[in-house]
């Protein structure tokens, strides 16, 4: 009796793993980076943001300039950001240095706080292979439940 009830719990969390691994998940978001969009009052850890993550983006890496991912960082594999997409492959974007093109494979990620935020502005365009999902909706805490909207900000923005 006791082996058929582990071969069922065995048998769903193999395809709970899956399911999070390839169509869908949840990933904390820490720090004031993204405020007001994520964390508008991160005094503490326990105020962290939930986000759902869709994965069917990663398919063919379907982005779109104003989408909020998911991504390791590029100088620290170990480490997830999250940050929006302001320029694509082939985009012009105005930075410290001058003009920059974002070469073909990667995307120019800016946290929409920009005071506090360590982004492409620091670490330059990041390969499309790093990101692993797009995030769709804060999911917690219950009183910031909502639909993440697609946008570019207002600063930086794409040169000429």
Not at 17 to 45: H, K
Not at 73 to 95: C, H, L, S, W
Not at 100 to 109: A, F, S
Request: glycine content about 10%; charged content about 20%.
């Amino acid at each position: 009796m006791w082996k058929e009830a582990l071969k069922k719990y065995v048998g769903v969390g193999l395809v709970g793993i899956t399911l999070t691994d390839r169509y869908a998940g949840v990933c904390p978001v820490r720090g004031s980076s993204m405020s007001p969009t994520f964390n508008p009052s991160s005094q503490a850890s326990f105020s962290d943001d939930y986000v759902f993550l869709e994965k069917f983006c990663l398919d063919k890496y379907r982005f779109s300039h104003g989408d909020v991912v998911y991504f390791s960082n590029p100088t620290n594999f170990k480490e997830r950001n999250v940050k929006r997409i302001v320029a694509m492959q082939g985009d012009y974007i105005a930075n410290v240095g001058g003009a920059i093109k974002v070469p073909e494979g990667h995307c120019w990620v800016e946290g929409d706080n920009s005071a506090s935020s360590y982004d492409s502005r620091s670490f330059g365009p990041i390969p499309l292979g790093l990101i692993q999902g797009r995030v769709t909706h804060v999911i917690w805490p219950p009183q910031r439940i909502k639909k993440v909207d697609r946008r570019i900000p207002q600063e930086g923005g794409l040169a000429l």
